[in-house]
Protein backbone atom coordinates (compact mmCIF):
# COMPACT_ATOMS: atom_id res chain seq x y z
CA UNK A 1 0.00 0.00 0.00
CA UNK A 2 1.10 3.45 -0.82
CA UNK A 3 0.41 6.38 0.80
CA UNK A 4 -2.05 9.08 -0.23
CA UNK A 5 -0.94 13.10 -0.72
CA UNK A 6 -1.64 15.42 2.19
CA UNK A 7 -4.47 17.10 0.67
CA UNK A 8 -6.45 14.04 -0.06
CA UNK A 9 -6.00 12.68 3.48
CA UNK A 10 -7.44 16.03 4.67
CA UNK A 11 -10.49 16.28 2.67
CA UNK A 12 -11.25 13.30 3.91
CA UNK A 13 -10.87 14.18 7.20
CA UNK A 14 -12.83 17.04 7.21
CA UNK A 15 -15.63 15.14 5.99
CA UNK A 16 -15.23 12.42 8.66
CA UNK A 17 -14.79 14.64 11.23
CA UNK A 18 -18.09 16.79 9.96
CA UNK A 19 -20.32 13.74 9.92
CA UNK A 20 -18.82 12.17 13.41
CA UNK A 21 -19.48 15.33 14.90
CA UNK A 22 -23.25 14.79 13.91
CA UNK A 23 -23.38 11.16 15.16
CA UNK A 24 -21.81 12.22 18.53
CA UNK A 25 -18.92 10.24 17.88
CA UNK A 26 -14.86 11.36 18.22
CA UNK A 27 -12.36 10.46 15.45
CA UNK A 28 -9.35 8.32 17.08
CA UNK A 29 -7.55 7.62 14.48
CA UNK A 30 -7.91 7.98 10.67
CA UNK A 31 -5.82 6.48 7.84
CA UNK A 32 -6.07 6.88 4.53
CA UNK A 33 -3.51 5.10 2.01
CA UNK A 34 -3.79 3.97 -1.89
CA UNK A 35 -4.27 0.27 -2.18
CA UNK A 36 -3.99 -0.84 -6.23
CA UNK A 37 -6.81 1.39 -7.55
CA UNK A 38 -8.93 1.93 -4.54
CA UNK A 39 -8.43 4.08 -1.83
CA UNK A 40 -8.36 2.50 1.72
CA UNK A 41 -10.05 5.00 4.56
CA UNK A 42 -9.69 3.49 8.10
CA UNK A 43 -11.54 5.55 10.81
CA UNK A 44 -11.38 4.25 14.72
CA UNK A 45 -14.20 6.25 16.86
CA UNK A 46 -14.55 6.48 19.80
CA UNK A 47 -17.58 7.77 21.90
CA UNK A 48 -18.94 7.98 25.85
CA UNK A 49 -21.17 4.86 26.24
CA UNK A 50 -21.24 1.57 24.94
CA UNK A 51 -20.10 1.22 21.15
CA UNK A 52 -21.81 -2.14 20.28
CA UNK A 53 -21.41 -4.08 16.41
CA UNK A 54 -24.89 -2.10 15.34
CA UNK A 55 -23.44 1.21 16.33
CA UNK A 56 -20.29 0.82 14.41
CA UNK A 57 -22.83 -0.32 11.61
CA UNK A 58 -24.68 2.69 11.88
CA UNK A 59 -21.61 4.93 11.88
CA UNK A 60 -19.89 3.18 8.85
CA UNK A 61 -23.04 3.99 7.16
CA UNK A 62 -23.18 7.64 7.47
CA UNK A 63 -19.77 7.66 6.97
CA UNK A 64 -19.73 5.69 3.69
CA UNK A 65 -23.14 8.36 2.38
CA UNK A 66 -21.05 11.22 3.34
CA UNK A 67 -18.22 10.46 1.78
CA UNK A 68 -20.24 9.33 -1.33
CA UNK A 69 -22.25 13.01 -1.53
CA UNK A 70 -18.71 14.34 -1.17
CA UNK A 71 -17.33 12.06 -4.28
CA UNK A 72 -20.28 13.83 -6.10
CA UNK A 73 -19.26 17.27 -6.32
CA UNK A 74 -15.31 16.57 -6.82
CA UNK A 75 -14.60 14.29 -3.59
CA UNK A 76 -11.16 13.06 -2.31
CA UNK A 77 -10.70 10.29 -4.26
CA UNK A 78 -8.55 10.03 -7.08
CA UNK A 79 -9.91 7.44 -8.99
CA UNK A 80 -13.25 7.70 -7.87
CA UNK A 81 -13.70 4.27 -5.76
CA UNK A 82 -12.97 3.55 -1.89
CA UNK A 83 -12.93 0.74 0.81
CA UNK A 84 -13.79 2.52 4.46
CA UNK A 85 -13.37 0.39 6.92
CA UNK A 86 -14.30 1.51 10.38
CA UNK A 87 -13.91 0.08 13.81
CA UNK A 88 -13.77 1.25 17.84
CA UNK A 89 -10.52 1.02 19.88
CA UNK A 90 -9.94 -2.63 21.64
CA UNK A 91 -9.10 -2.78 25.21
CA UNK A 92 -5.06 -2.90 24.22
CA UNK A 93 -5.41 0.75 22.97
CA UNK A 94 -3.17 3.22 25.36
CA UNK A 95 -5.25 5.06 27.43
CA UNK A 96 -3.57 8.96 26.72
CA UNK A 97 -6.63 11.83 26.65
CA UNK A 98 -8.98 12.76 29.18
CA UNK A 99 -11.85 10.90 27.21
CA UNK A 100 -10.27 8.07 27.81
CA UNK A 101 -9.83 7.80 30.78
CA UNK A 102 -13.17 8.79 31.69
CA UNK A 103 -14.78 6.19 28.88
CA UNK A 104 -13.15 3.47 31.08
CA UNK A 105 -14.55 4.36 34.65
CA UNK A 106 -14.65 1.13 36.46
CA UNK A 107 -11.79 -0.87 34.82
CA UNK A 108 -8.95 -1.88 36.20
CA UNK A 109 -5.68 -0.07 34.47
CA UNK A 110 -1.72 -0.09 34.85
CA UNK A 111 0.41 3.10 34.20
CA UNK A 112 3.09 4.58 34.66
CA UNK A 113 3.45 7.96 37.55
CA UNK A 114 6.65 9.25 37.39
CA UNK A 115 9.05 6.70 38.31
CA UNK A 116 6.38 4.10 39.25
CA UNK A 117 3.64 1.96 37.67
CA UNK A 118 0.71 2.07 39.48
CA UNK A 119 -2.15 -0.85 39.52
CA UNK A 120 -6.25 0.57 40.21
CA UNK A 121 -9.54 0.75 39.19
CA UNK A 122 -10.64 4.23 37.82
CA UNK A 123 -12.65 5.53 40.48
CA UNK A 124 -13.44 9.21 38.75
CA UNK A 125 -11.81 11.76 36.04
CA UNK A 126 -12.36 15.36 35.68
CA UNK A 127 -10.94 17.93 33.12
CA UNK A 128 -7.63 17.56 34.70
CA UNK A 129 -7.29 14.26 37.02
CA UNK A 130 -8.33 10.54 37.31
CA UNK A 131 -8.52 9.20 40.59
CA UNK A 132 -7.33 5.72 40.97
CA UNK A 133 -8.55 3.30 43.84
CA UNK A 134 -5.53 1.03 44.75
CA UNK A 135 -4.61 -1.22 46.72
CA UNK A 136 -3.59 1.49 49.20
CA UNK A 137 -6.85 3.72 48.78
CA UNK A 138 -7.59 6.30 46.13
CA UNK A 139 -5.11 8.15 44.48
CA UNK A 140 -5.42 11.35 42.54
CA UNK A 141 -2.95 11.77 39.85
CA UNK A 142 -3.30 14.95 36.89
CA UNK A 143 -2.85 13.99 33.78
CA UNK A 144 0.12 15.63 33.11
CA UNK A 145 2.00 13.02 35.43
CA UNK A 146 0.34 9.60 33.79
CA UNK A 147 2.33 7.85 31.51
CA UNK A 148 -0.18 6.07 28.56
CA UNK A 149 -2.80 3.50 30.85
CA UNK A 150 -3.23 0.53 29.96
CA UNK A 151 -6.39 -1.54 30.65
CA UNK A 152 -5.66 -4.89 32.41
CA UNK A 153 -8.31 -8.07 31.39
CA UNK A 154 -10.17 -8.99 33.97
CA UNK A 155 -11.91 -12.71 33.77
CA UNK A 156 -14.31 -12.10 37.00
CA UNK A 157 -15.07 -8.61 38.84
CA UNK A 158 -14.50 -8.40 42.49
CA UNK A 159 -17.48 -9.49 44.88
CA UNK A 160 -19.91 -6.85 44.72
CA UNK A 161 -18.38 -4.56 41.94
CA UNK A 162 -21.86 -4.08 39.73
CA UNK A 163 -19.87 -1.76 37.93
CA UNK A 164 -21.23 -2.28 33.99
CA UNK A 165 -18.25 -2.76 31.69
CA UNK A 166 -18.64 -0.82 28.45
Do not use: C
Not at 105 to 125: F, M
Not at 131 to 147: C, H, I, N, Q, S
Not at 157 to 165: F, L
Amino acid sequence: MSTVSDSIRDRVRAVVESTLADEGYDLEELKVSQAGRRTLVRVLVGRDGPTDLDAIAAVSRSLSKALDEAEETGGPFAAGSYTLEVSSPGVDRPLKLPRHWRRNIGRLVEVPVGDETVTGRIEATDETTVTLRTTDGARTVAYGELGAGRIQLEFSRPAGDDEKEG
